[in-house]
C-alpha cells in the first residue's frame, strides 16, 4: 500500500480483476443448475459469493443487463 502524497490516503497497488463474459456465464450456469451452493462455486472459481449470485440472476433473467 502506498500513501497519496497529496492526501495521505493509503491506496491499495491491487487492480480489479476484469472476468470475461463467458467465466461469468460459466459461473452462472453452474450457480443455476443448483448442484453446489454459492459459497462452493465461488470457492472453486476464485470470486466472491456476491458476483455468483449477480451474474446467476443477470444469466437467469433476459431483461437483465451485466453492469
Known amino acids: ?6 492526501t495521505g490516503v493509503v491506496v491499495s497497488e491491487k487492480k480489479r480483476k476484469v ?4 467465466f461469468k456465464a460459466k ?3 453452474e450457480a443455476i443448475r443448483g448442484v453446489k ?10 470470486v466472491h459469493p456476491t458476483q455468483v449470485g ?12 451485466p453492469g
Not at 500500500?1 to 497529496?6: L, P, R
Not at 472476468?19 to 463467458?22: P, Q, Y
Open 37 to 46: 451452493t454459492v459459497n462452493e462455486i465461488a470457492q472453486d472459481f476464485g
Open 1 to 6: 500500500m502506498v500513501a497519496d502524497k497529496k
Open 54 to 65: 449477480q451474474w446467476k440472476r443477470v444469466r437467469a433473467s433476459p431483461g437483465l443487463r
Open 27 to 29: 459461473v452462472a450456469l
Open 19 to 22: 472476468f470475461s463474459g463467458e
